[in-house]
């Protein structure tokens, strides 16, 4: 587990931490507090996931297009 902070992470250092968390808790190797931490940890890391993939899609939407099909840019997003 790293220090680093869930909401400064990107997608991907957010997934591989939350691999190596649920591979620990898989194992079950750890001492029930860690075990803990380690679950309130692995949620905030699937939360991020979710956060970075939602805003991705919404990226893709918003991606308009050309009579052609060819993308020409993009759609503002609204903020929420």
Aim: hydrophobic letters at 40%; proline letters at 2%.
């Amino acid at each position: 587990m790293t220090d680093t902070s869930v909401d400064e992470m990107s997608f991907e250092t957010a997934m591989a931490e939350l691999e190596k968390v649920l591979g620990q808790l898989e194992r079950g190797d750890v001492a029930l507090e860690e075990s803990i931490a380690l679950y309130e940890r692995g949620a905030a890391l699937k939360k991020r996931c979710e956060t970075k993939l939602k805003e991705a899609e919404e990226k893709v939407a918003a991606i308009t297009l050309d009579g052609d099909g060819n993308p020409v840019g993009l759609k503002p997003v609204e903020d929420t």
